[in-house]
């Protein structure tokens, strides 16, 4: 148990909506990134977010865009859903002082 | 640019050793191991820090070669929990992108 949790655990979804997953980072961790992991692939990084503002971001499209909170929870979402968007996507939260990043469980998102 | 990591599967029996290697073609900040099952999250092993400075698992070592941009982990008297995909990530400069290599499936046997 690394203390990040993750809403939904699995969605279902159709080409062109839009979705939001939701993260809720371990206490005293105020950095998020979020990844994407396709199967048989590792994480891919899509951006992280640092005190409420993005702090980095990966070769993803703008349709990709999140936000973090003052909690430091955070939220990805997802515009105009393609087909190549299903996958699990994984946050993790790290700690102020160390480098270490702690996953939560993920969701996993079919899109059809 | 992706680690590449080697070799990408091995199988061994209960007891066995195995090194998994993780080589990067751009200068290496740190490196962080990551074992991942089926269906579950990523669980940190391991970070080794550019000055040589290591953090990490009790029964599982690892080394960080920073001239030859490699890292190694070391997985001795393997265990049948030992079984699972095998991520190194490499940290950038400013410490904001964790690039992760595409993973070494690892089945332990009894």
């Known amino acids: 148990e690394t203390g990040v949790t993750q809403s939904p655990t699995h969605l279902i979804k159709t080409r062109g909506q839009q979705v939001t997953l939701r993260c809720s980072s371990q206490?005293?961790?105020?950095?998020v990134s979020w990844y994407q992991q396709a199967l048989g692939q590792g994480p891919q990084f899509i951006f992280q977010?640092?005190?409420?503002?993005?702090?980095g971001r990966g070769n993803f499209p703008p349709r990709f865009s999140g936000l973090q909170f003052p909690n430091y929870s955070s939220e990805l979402n997802v515009n105009a859903l393609e087909l190549d968007d299903s996958a699990l996507y994984l946050c993790?939260?790290?700690?102020?002082?160390?480098?270490?990043?702690?996953f939560g469980p993920g969701t996993r998102l079919l899109v059809l | 640019q992706q680690p590449v990591q080697s070799p990408q599967a091995v199988i061994l029996r209960e007891g066995e050793d195995a090194v998994i290697n993780c080589s990067s073609s751009?200068?290496?900040?740190?490196v962080h191991w990551y074992r991942q099952k089926h269906g579950e999250a990523p669980v940190f092993l391991m970070i080794?820090?550019?000055?040589?400075e290591q953090k990490g698992h009790e029964k599982i070592s690892a080394s960080f070669n920073e001239k030859k941009q490699q890292s190694s982990l070391y997985l001795t008297a393997s265990q049948l929990s030992y079984s699972g995909t095998y991520f190194c990530?490499?940290?950038?400069?400013?410490?904001?992108?964790?690039?992760f290599g595409g993973g070494t499936r690892l089945m332990v046997k009894p």
């Open positions: 990530g490499t940290l950038n400069n400013a410490g904001n992108m964790l690039t």
């Open positions: 977010y640092y005190r409420e503002e993005e702090n």
């Open positions: 993790a939260s790290t700690h102020p002082r160390y480098e270490t990043q702690y």
């Open positions: 206490s005293g961790h105020n950095t």
């Open positions: 751009k200068a290496l900040y740190s």
């Open positions: 080794l820090l550019k000055g040589g």
